[in-house]
């Protein structure tokens, strides 16, 4: 996804007004806690610096964070000076920072992306400023916001959800929150539904199966030889993960032929959904080495054998792919093989997954 620079540094005088009456506010109601009044020239080294200058028919305003904030409704101000005019018909003007709000990108969507690298660390600054940044994305029409926080960022995320921010995912280094700002339900994509698991299916030309029991299993697949499975990798193609899954488990080198089959299932783990292919593979290396982590045996099994397991016979789905696998073998059923295409809709490289059969009605694979 093409994301665009958002400049995310200045604020509208109207903004700056609206915000310089929440700091009048703000102001007023600090002094009255605290039982002091501003002077002249009054210097405080943590929250709001207040600086006038008289004399003259200008006055000057500051206000910016110094090392950290007075409560967590202050509002980081920094960059360059906005001259605002006096009201009541005074010839005064004030210079008024411009708000910063926190840095991002647009999406293509209509939404932003928080720059996670430039969040600052300090969660009163940050609360600050991701309170004014939403203001501010809501007036500029934005829809929804996508702030991912990493780990060692973790203080922060309570402050953004307590503004409204959802959980979308998490991964081990980090999490992403969301918020949708128009009315109505949320139109942004949910989080992967699916895992994906591959078999591989590896026949040799004795007419044996490549055959693994597993350390951990359940009761009821105790004692049972099964083919070797696993899940695919981020951004790893299914050929290529059943052809890891077996060298990784058995050390035997495979090729991918075609698949052959593939299962939906749905509420497998936390609620989320399995799609699992099975795939036919071609032998390049005969020795087993196991992997003594995941598999407590391997080895090469006859066909007619590893049929007549009584798990595989009493199971509809396990004896139907392995009816399906038998077919194969006699050129009675085509899988589908693996072809690189291009797509001009995203541009990429993608693997579409057909069957092809030729003159003499045999399939083509590789």
């Given at each position: ?39 002249t020239?009054?210097k ?24 950290s904030s ?31 709000i926190?840095?991002a ?36 029409g934005?829809?929804g ?9 973790s ?5 953004a ?5 959802q ?6 280094g ?30 040799n030309?004795?007419?044996?199966v ?29 050929y ?21 089959a ?11 959904s ?6 036919m ?23 007619v ?53 030729d003159n003499?009605?045999?399939?083509v694979?590789?």
């Amino acid at each position: 996804m093409e994301l665009k620079s958002f400049s995310s540094s200045s604020v509208s005088t109207s903004d700056v007004a609206h915000v310089g009456r929440s700091y009048s506010t703000l102001i007023s109601s600090f002094r009255h806690k605290v039982g002091f009044k501003f002077s002249t020239h009054f210097k405080c080294r943590r929250g709001l610096f207040l600086r006038t200058y008289s004399g003259s028919d200008k006055a000057y305003f500051t206000n910016e964070v110094v090392n950290s904030s007075v409560g967590q409704d202050n509002l980081a101000a920094e960059t360059s000076s906005r001259r605002i005019n006096g009201t009541n018909g005074s010839t005064s003007s004030f210079y008024y920072r411009n708000l910063r709000i926190l840095d991002a990108f647009d999406d293509e969507y209509g939404g932003v992306v928080v720059d996670s690298d430039r969040i600052p660390s300090n969660p009163y600054t940050f609360a600050s400023l991701l309170r004014l940044s939403l203001f501010q994305w809501k007036k500029m029409g934005k829809k929804g916001i996508w702030l991912k926080l990493q780990l060692e960022q973790s203080d922060l995320v309570p402050i953004a959800v307590k503004e409204g921010f959802q959980y979308h995912h998490a991964e081990p280094g980090y999490v992403m929150l969301t918020y949708w700002i128009p009315e109505g339900p949320s139109m942004l994509p949910a989080n992967a539904s699916h895992q994906v698991g591959v078999g591989g299916f590896v026949i040799n030309e004795k007419n044996e199966v490549l055959v693994v029991q597993e350390k951990h299993c359940s009761p009821a697949t105790l004692g049972l030889w099964k083919i070797p499975t696993g899940f695919i990798l981020e951004a790893e193609e299914i050929y290529t993960g059943a052809v890891r899954e077996v060298k990784e488990e058995t050390g035997i080198d495979t090729e991918f032929i075609e698949v052959i089959a593939f299962r939906h299932a749905h509420n497998v783990a936390f609620e989320k959904s399995d799609l699992f292919f099975i795939c036919m593979l071609r032998p390049l290396s005969s020795e087993i080495i196991v992997d003594d982590l995941e598999v407590e045996a391997a080895k090469w099994m006859p066909l007619v054998e590893f049929v007549e397991q009584p798990l595989i016979q009493e199971d509809s789905m396990f004896k139907k792919i392995v009816d399906i696998f038998i077919a194969r073998l006699g050129k009675r059923y085509c899988g589908l093989s693996t072809h690189q295409v291009v797509s001009k809709f995203d541009g990429m490289v993608s693997s579409l997954y057909y069957n092809v059969i030729d003159n003499e009605d045999n399939c083509v694979g590789k």
